[in-house]
């Protein structure tokens, strides 16, 4: 069935609307007619509706039932990604979300390569978060996960330690994720590095702000494998996988 995402005013009570762009892909590319169902999400809850109208500006829906959304796991993790090179950011975000991230911050860590200014940034983000909608879209999420600003490395030192746990994945080791990670934790940040990896005053500055140093094993990954393979591993470990 296919699936919307729309905001909390679009939404009243046993009647719906999409609009815009999704609106005209539900007319136009579709071809759905007056009758069929469909999805839309809002706020973590998935809304089973029938379509009663169909426009390029918008299209208006009965909502037939209410349900909260079965594509989100018990887990929220925020992934903290030293900025890549390249497009490799894109990759990650969009792979991040289907694994079951609820947000993705870029760091700017000492030994990034990649240091997008301000402005040249705003407009990546755009298109970041446009990769998350459509991911979010394909894989049946209930909520369309956040790409935010980027960070300094000393303020995601401080965001790992207001998380439940915080991880910092370092290259030289670390304690198992299998050793680290709950069934219960329903609250995770996880910090991986850019290509040149961190460097140690960063990690012991993690530490020093609760967060706990993890390895992923006695192979290097490259920095857009890492951070899929923890997200994996940790969906797995609390029973979302």
């Not at 370092?170 to 304690?175: M, P």
């Amino acid at each position: 069935m296919p699936r919307f995402f729309v905001n909390k005013e679009d939404i009243n009570g046993d009647s719906a609307v999409v609009r815009g762009a999704d609106a005209v892909h539900i007319g136009r590319s579709l071809r759905m007619r007056l009758g069929d169902e469909l999805t839309v999400c809002c706020e973590g809850k998935d809304y089973t509706c029938r379509l009663d109208s169909v426009s390029d500006e918008q299209c208006g829906l009965a909502v037939l039932s209410v349900s909260e959304g079965s594509g989100e796991p018990t887990v929220r993790v925020t992934l903290y990604q030293a900025v890549p090179k390249s497009d490799k950011l894109e990759l990650i975000v969009q792979k991040a979300v289907e694994l079951g991230a609820a947000e993705i911050v870029p760091v700017l860590t000492s030994r990034c390569v990649s240091r997008p200014d301000e402005k040249s940034y705003r407009k990546k983000r755009e298109r970041l978060n446009k990769i998350a909608l459509e991911a979010a879209k394909q894989c049946g999420r209930s909520i369309v996960p956040t790409v935010g600003d980027i960070i300094s490395a000393e303020e995601c030192a401080k965001r790992l330690g207001e998380h439940e746990l915080g991880l910092i994945c370092y290259e030289k080791g670390g304690a198992p994720l299998s050793e680290t990670v709950g069934r219960e934790c329903r609250d995770i940040g996880i910090f991986i590095g850019s290509e040149g990896g961190f460097d140690e005053a960063e990690v012991d500055k993690c530490r020093a702000e609760g967060a706990k140093v993890i390895g992923m094993g006695p192979r290097i990954m490259r920095c857009e494998t890492a951070p899929l393979a923890a997200i994996a591993v940790v969906m797995s470990l609390t029973g979302n996988i």
